[in-house]
């Protein structure tokens, strides 16, 4: 089981607030990434992170933003959310190169109203 | 450029009937690993299996196996005996092996949604 942790599991809220969408993970990973998923359709990468201090934009455009200032915690931020950004979010980890898969966590579900 | 095609949008079985899910993909890297993960309606990925481009044995763990065949660029899972829980999404993914500095990133097919019906 893979120890990578999302919160919050679900939120709705109303447009304009700023969001702040955690993700954790225990296992020392260098690498994390945040897709971003649409129910039932395949998932766009949106951020990764190569370690500390590292941030790269991914293949499918996004107005969020990510930062990794400890290995273990990368947030990913909406300064102004707006019901474009309804979607789920799907944070990962993984070691090594392309070797490692990637272990998910539970993923946010956003509703902005 | 890396691509994952998965051309079953929806598959639909009755219990206990085999059912295989397709995967083609493309790459340039001689080194690349193929995995496929499950998507259950409660959202989260469950990572399956991992293959990489030099073993081309099949494998099989419990009701799934795995078919991969270099010379047609196909990675193919067939669950046998299905159940009603197996019912999810299935995607596939290819990583090319990358460097050690910049790493490797996952490039997913679009997904097969499984029902499988009591």
């Known amino acids: 089981e893979a120890d990578i942790y999302q919160t919050p599991r679900y939120l709705v809220i109303g447009t304009g607030k700023k969001i702040t969408l955690e993700c954790s993970q225990t296992m020392g990973h260098d690498k994390m990434y945040w897709y971003q998923q649409d129910p039932g359709m395949e998932l766009h990468l949106i951020h990764y992170?190569?370690?500390?201090?590292?941030?790269e934009k991914g293949d499918l455009s996004s107005e969020s933003t990510v930062s990794r200032i400890r290995t273990e915690h990368f947030p990913l931020t909406l300064e102004s959310a707006r019901p474009s950004h309804t979607s789920q979010y799907l944070c990962?980890?993984?070691?090594?190169?392309?070797?490692?898969?990637?272990?998910f966590g539970d993923g946010t579900r956003l509703s902005i109203l | 450029a890396q691509k994952v095609t998965q051309a079953q949008t929806e598959i639909s079985v009755v219990e206990k009937e085999d059912v295989t899910l397709d995967c083609v993909y493309e790459?340039?890297?001689?080194?690349?690993?193929l995995f496929w993960y499950k998507q259950p309606p409660s959202g989260e990925l469950v990572f399956l299996i991992r293959r990489n481009s030099f073993d081309e044995q099949n494998e099989i763990s419990g009701r799934y196996s795995w078919n991969f065949q270099k010379s047609t660029s196909s990675f193919n899972f067939t669950i046998t005996a299905s159940q009603v829980v197996d019912s999810a999404v299935y995607f596939c993914a290819l990583s090319e092996a990358g460097q050690e500095t910049s790493g490797s990133r996952l490039t997913f097919g679009e997904g097969t949604q499984l029902t499988v019906n009591p």
């Open positions: 790459t340039r890297d001689t080194t690349y690993y």
């Open positions: 992170s190569y370690g500390v201090n590292s941030t």
């Open positions: 990962a980890s993984s070691e090594g190169l392309g070797r490692g898969p990637q272990h």
